[in-house]
């Protein structure tokens, strides 16, 4: 891949993961460009806003990938170690690269030359709306968008969201997970921008428009809802995968309510953040539905999110 094209994704990669926490929390999200036979993606573990254009990206023969989860029918006992050995043995080992993410398998599937993955707070309630009244939601993005979209409903992250999302869907809305958006251009996300700010003004979503309209710094906006203390919530895989770290940072008073102090956000700001989404959706949409115990329950044990919460604990 040129110097310009690995500029290109390292930038995109800066713009999506500035937008903490609405888009990205942590280490989440991931995106990729096509070039050739090869796919290049954000490395796992890592930042999206610490892509360079020389760090933090993995190589992946994508076309090998594809075919494997195309063609193989894995049991469900083996399914995903062989899903994580197929990461590695696609995964071009060279100096300055890294390992490919957890998510690549419906990179990989996914047919346009960019895929781009995160963790949108508007996404979540957009699929928590469909959920409640599928078709007035449906008519609603129909209306509102030209772009082909999909709902998938809540599966697994790795291996069984891989074989979940296939097709030409320009948007996928991933219930209690997040956004993918594929295109043959970057420009997409001018349309994502767009549609999300009328989603929170048709919906009355009205405060989530405000932070979206008028971005605050994450300082200020932590500040600002800091003070709110909330039950324990697991609205986003990442909280399951990184309870344990999450949790010892919080502070629990006498109504078993949960805050993370102001004077620890600089001690582990991967954590922070995912806080801060969990606080921000609480006080928005108090009956937003968490992630289905089950997938709670397994997503933490997976060979690639083991990995995952190694390369988590090395950047505190």
């Not at 926490?21 to 806003?49: E, H």
């Not at 063609?71 to 990461?87: C, G, N, P």
């Not at 949790?247 to 078993?256: A, I």
Request: net charge neutral; proline share 3%.
């Amino acid at each position: 891949m040129s110097e310009s094209t690995k500029t290109e994704l390292s930038q995109l990669c800066k713009f999506v993961g500035s937008r903490v926490p609405l888009w990205t929390q942590g280490a989440g999200g991931n995106i990729s460009l096509k070039d050739r036979d090869m796919l290049w993606i954000k490395a796992t573990g890592l930042r999206l806003d610490a892509v360079k254009s020389n760090e933090g990206l993995a190589q992946v023969d994508f076309r090998k990938m594809a075919y494997r989860l195309d063609t193989e029918s894995w049991s469900e006992s083996v399914a995903e170690q062989k899903y994580a050995d197929l990461i590695e043995s696609t995964t071009v080992k060279e100096e300055g690269l890294g390992r490919a993410s957890m998510e690549t398998g419906f990179h990989a599937r996914l047919s346009k030359k960019y895929v781009i993955h995160f963790h949108s707070l508007v996404a979540l309630l957009i699929c928590h709306e469909l959920k409640k009244n599928k078709p007035k939601v449906s008519r609603w993005l129909n209306s509102a968008t030209s772009l082909k979209w999909e709902w998938v409903e809540p599966c697994r992250p790795g291996w069984i969201l891989s074989k979940r999302v296939s097709g030409d869907a320009s948007i996928f809305f991933l219930e209690s997970h997040g956004v993918i958006l594929q295109s043959e251009n970057s420009e997409l996300l001018e349309a994502w921008e767009v549609l999300e700010k009328r989603f929170c003004q048709d919906f009355n979503y009205l405060e989530l428009y405000e932070l979206l309209a008028s971005p605050l710094d994450f300082q200020d906006l932590f500040a600002r809802y800091a003070s709110h203390c909330i039950p324990f919530k697991c609205y986003f895989p990442d909280v399951a995968v990184f309870q344990e770290r999450l949790t010892k940072l919080l502070h629990r008073n006498k109504l078993d309510l949960f805050e993370f102090p102001l004077n620890t956000v600089q001690r582990d700001k991967d954590m922070a953040e995912l806080w801060l989404a969990t606080q921000i959706l609480f006080k928005i949409c108090p009956g937003f539905e968490e992630v289905p115990q089950q997938i709670a329950i397994e997503v933490k044990d997976l060979p690639t999110e083991k990995l995952r919460q190694q390369s988590g604990l090395r950047n505190v």
